[in-house]
């Protein structure tokens, strides 16, 4: 069982940043980040495998970049330009040979 740790959100005026943090209790191939808001689906914003490859959501694409530092477990979302459709529960997901895990989540807000 992977447990995930995750920190970084808050309240934030359009255009400002955010850097979102995940640590995994142990070493993982794919981590990434899903975010939810309210009424909608969850979605995928973006996910890296161990070795650097990366995949973004077009609706995020130049604004947001997500990193991880494997000797640390810990995957990061830096969130540039933020709109207030940015808005959303940010949840970290790990993807392992036979599981996916789910950090409990952490609320972004952009608003004036």
């Known amino acids: 069982q992977v447990q995930l740790v995750e920190s970084g959100g808050g309240l934030v005026q359009p255009g400002g940043s955010l850097r979102l943090s995940c640590t995994a209790s142990g070493s993982i191939n794919v981590m990434g980040w899903y975010r939810q808001a309210p009424g909608k689906e969850r979605e995928l914003v973006a996910s890296?495998?161990?070795?650097?490859?990366?995949n973004t959501a077009d609706s995020v694409k130049g604004r947001f970049t997500i990193s991880r530092d494997n000797a640390k477990n810990t995957v990061y979302l830096q969130m540039n330009s933020l709109k207030p459709e940015d808005t959303a529960v940010y949840y970290c997901t790990a993807v392992g040979t036979y599981s996916r895990y789910w950090g409990q989540g952490t609320q972004v807000t952009v608003s004036a």
């Open positions: 890296i495998t161990y070795v650097g490859g990366i």
